[in-house]
């Protein structure tokens, strides 16, 4: 991590602290993972469409 900026915050009774503020790594994913969720992902709503579907009567799974 590395500083991104000093700041001086002062309190009520005057006393002064310094305050650092770090920047965030960015996130990084792997293709694999990343197509793993997405897949995962639309199966789920794929699931829950069609369980959806059949709570209502819409879809007669006989």
Same mark, same amino acid.
């Given at each position: 991590m590395t500083?991104? /900026?000093e700041t001086w915050i002062e /309190? %009520?009774? &005057?006393q002064a602290d310094i305050v650092e503020w770090?920047? !965030? *790594?960015?996130?990084?994913?792997?293709? !694999?993972a990343?197509? &793993?969720s997405l897949v995962g !992902?639309? !199966?789920l709503g794929a699931l829950v469409a069609v369980g959806a579907l059949v709570v209502m &009567? *819409?879809? %007669?799974? /006989?």
């Open positions: 500083a991104h /900026d /309190d %009520d009774e &005057g770090y920047e !965030a *790594r960015p996130v990084t994913v792997s293709t !694999a990343a197509t &793993g !992902a639309f !199966a &009567g *819409r879809l %007669d799974l /006989d």
